[in-house]
């Protein structure tokens, strides 16, 4: 029969496991030619760092969206439920309140 002690460190183990299988959604940097040329990659790198340093279980990607180049740099936040958001002129800053905003850790309000 397992103690509490090992039953406590299996329920431990298999939540980091199911955690690392079903991160808690996505953000995908507007990463095009034109992206490039708004500022999408300082956006990319700032949103890297925010996601690594709230340890957050996003997942950041750049990816091509079908945006018009005024609405450049843009990020689209996808939640696990599959809900889409898309946000326009994102700046460095506004994608660290972002990354809080839906990571969950800290309650920001919502400025897209």
Do not use: C, F, W
């Not at 996505?26 to 925010?50: K, N, P, Q, W, Y």
């Not at 939640?79 to 990354?99: F, K, N």
């Amino acid at each position: 029969m397992l103690t509490i002690e090992q039953l406590n460190e299996i329920r431990d183990r298999v939540k980091k496991e199911l955690a690392l299988r079903s991160p808690g959604g996505r953000l995908i940097v507007g990463m095009g030619t034109t992206g490039l040329a708004a500022g999408a990659r300082e956006v990319l790198t700032a949103a890297v760092a925010e996601v690594n340093a709230r340890g957050s279980n996003l997942v950041v990607a750049g990816a091509d969206l079908p945006v018009r180049p005024d609405q450049l740099p843009a990020v689209k936040h996808v939640a696990p439920s599959g809900a889409e958001t898309l946000y326009t002129s994102v700046t460095a800053a506004s994608v660290r309140e972002l990354v809080q905003k839906v990571s969950g850790k800290q309650n920001v309000a919502a400025d897209s």
